[in-house]
T-cell receptor
Framework: EAQVTQNPRYLITVTGKKLTVTCSQNMNHEYMSWYRQDPGLGLRQIYY???????DKGDVPEGYKVSRKEKRNFPLILESPSPNQTSLYFC????????????????FGPGTRLTVL | AQSVAQPEDQVNVAEGNPLTVKCTYSVSGNPYLFWYVQYPNRGLQFLLKYITGDNLVKGSYGFEAEFNKSQTSFHLKKPSALVSDSALYFC?????????????FGKGTRLSVIA
């Protein structure tokens, strides 16, 4: 089954304790992205990756890191989490983003609810 | 800069009645437009998209949306609402000449269909 998986689905942690949220897709998609969803703010993009070893900042990258060493995986790293990073996080992937072409339909993971105390 | 607005945080409609969820956008040039839906405790799911061609786009679950260039709108519609349509709906846009910049999502509109 074609899907985007995220782990963990729920995480409660404390300020400053490094954590990683994994994201994996089995559709051979080139494009992957991380979003955070907050009430009243909708979906905001954190980082995205056009392909392996190619990453770029989204709208709210501060406090986050990503890596794209393999096509299928795009982990989100919080080196020193703070309470303002408490949020619902979504990973998404799509087939490709051609220069000047339309964005492909994105497939979203089930979400990771993170609480930073 | 690209932006999208969903002017209503909440839309309530009775089951069987038509529903409309509004979306307006701002981009340079022509847009690519998407609608996604989020059911409780789930990720976003693709509903429909406008890339080019016919202004009326039909999508999943009986939804459709009409691209209106003069009003810069892309409202989501369904002729007869179901209780199961209750969810959070997101409109997203990217300008046709915005290179590889990512989609910009609206803040979402919560649709509540009442039996």
């Amino acid at each position: 089954e074609a899907q985007v998986t995220q782990n963990p689905r729920y995480l409660i942690t404390v300020t400053g304790k490094k954590l990683t949220v994994t994201c994996s897709q089995n559709m051979n998609h080139e494009y992957m992205s991380w979003y955070r969803q907050d009430p009243g703010l909708g979906l905001r993009q954190i980082y995205y990756s056009m392909n392996v070893e190619v990453t770029d900042k989204g709208d709210v990258p501060e406090g986050y890191k990503v890596s794209r060493k393999e096509k299928r995986n795009f982990p989100l790293i919080l080196e020193s989490p703070s309470p303002n990073q408490t949020s619902l996080y979504f990973c998404a992937s799509s087939l490709r983003v051609l220069a000047g072409g339309p964005p492909d339909t994105q497939y979203f993971g089930p979400g990771t609810r993170l609480t930073v105390l | 800069a690209q932006s999208v607005a969903q002017p209503e945080d909440q839309v309530n409609v009775a089951e069987g009645n038509p529903l409309t969820v509004k979306c307006t956008y701002s981009v340079s040039g022509n847009p690519y437009l998407f609608w996604y839906v989020q059911y409780p405790n789930r990720g976003l799911q693709f509903l429909l998209k406008y890339i080019t061609g016919d202004n009326l786009v039909k999508g999943s679950y009986g939804f459709e949306a009409e691209f209106n260039k003069s009003q810069t709108s892309f409202h989501l519609k369904k002729p007869s609402a179901l209780v199961s349509d209750s969810a959070l709906y997101f409109c997203a846009v990217r300008g046709r000449f915005s290179g590889n910049t990512p989609l910009v999502f609206g803040k979402g509109t919560r649709l509540s269909v009442i039996a």
